[in-house]
Structure formats: C-alpha cells, structure tokens
C-alpha cells in the first residue's frame, strides 16, 4: 500500500511540510510505504482545455494526457492508494501550484455524463492539511473552510472520501524583527507554535492512520 504526500507549499521544511511528514509517519505506523513529492521542484501549467481526456475509445482513462513536468506526479498519484494533500493559504485559497494540480488530477476523473460521475473504480481515500497565518476564530468568521470545499467535495464525489484538518496561528518568520508586520504579537506567534503546533502534527499524524483505514 502506497500513501503519496504533496506539498503545495514553496517552503520544504516548514508548516506544511513538516504537517505532511507526520501525516506520513502515521500512514507508515499503518503498514504503508510512503513518499513526499513538492510541487514547486516543478514547472507545470493548469488544466489547458485540450479536452483529450473527453475524447471517445480514449486508451488513457483517468489520466491526463498533456505532457509536461506535471505528469510523472499525476501517474503516481492516481497509482496511489492515499493521497495527502498539503497547501499553505493565500487569500483565501490554496497555491496556484496547488490549484493547477487540483484541475489536472481531477478533471481527467471526471466524466461528463449523467450526475457527473466519477471514472475511477475503487476508493483513494483523500486527506487535505491547511496551513495558515489567521488564527481559528478568523478563519470561522471569514467561512474559509467554505470556500476551500471546492476541492474537497470533488474529491469525495470522485476519489470516494475526503476530509480535511488546518494548522491555524502559524510561524511565518524565523526572525520578525526583519519584516514589516506591525499586526502581529509575536511572543503570542511563538507561544502557539510551541504548545499548538505539535498538537496540530499529532492530528496530522491521526489523519495518516485514518486514511489508511479507509482504504
């Protein structure tokens, strides 16, 4: 059994990443091999609208047949058996990385047939790790979670089971004093990132376990 990680973020080693790789370490405690692929080692585009996927007799259901750098992480993540999905939040949403991923894994997926269905034949239990700065009664207020549910009900609709957890407060900076961020309480920022974090890495690692399960 394989558990994919992608990383969303630009950042290697830091919220997300960090997120991702205990999420792994819980799949792992589960039986499953695991690998970590991060999205900005390449250069790729969206979904460009060739519509080849749509095309009749296609020989490559499922798969996106534009070729780029994107398309050795698109065969191993739909050869996976869990998909982890990571992205810090911009304005509201995920990366443009993230995003552009999003529409080449999914819209190969989907069939423009009654309902909408789904062309995969079993269950790739999905899981999606958000990051970011706004703490969680910001993030309430502002119904983030709302408009990230674009991606996550396509995915339950065509993957067959998706949910979700978030990292809130986060550390951006290692040294603030060299930024312009008069709106933020620092010693609050490193007192969450001391006593949150971790607990958010063990939901993390909670999420890697689950999916195995659902597999």
Known sequence: MKALAINGSPRKNRNTAIMLEHALKGAESEGATTEILHLYDWEFKG???????????????GICLYKDNLSPVLEKAMSAD???????????????MMRSFLERLMFPVLT????????????IPTGFIYTMNVPEGFMEQAKYMDALQFAESDMRRLFGYCESISANDTVQFDDYSKYVNTVFDVEHKKQVQKEQFPKDCQSAFELGKRLVSKV
């Open 82 to 96: 869990v998909l982890i999905l990571g992205s810090p939040i911009y304005f509201e949403s995920v990366t443009g």
């Open 112 to 123: 423009y047939t009654e309902g909408y269905k789904g062309l995969l034949d079993k269950t």
């Open 47 to 61: 979904c460009v609208s060739c519509f080849a996927c749509k095309v009749k007799d296609n020989p490559s259901p």
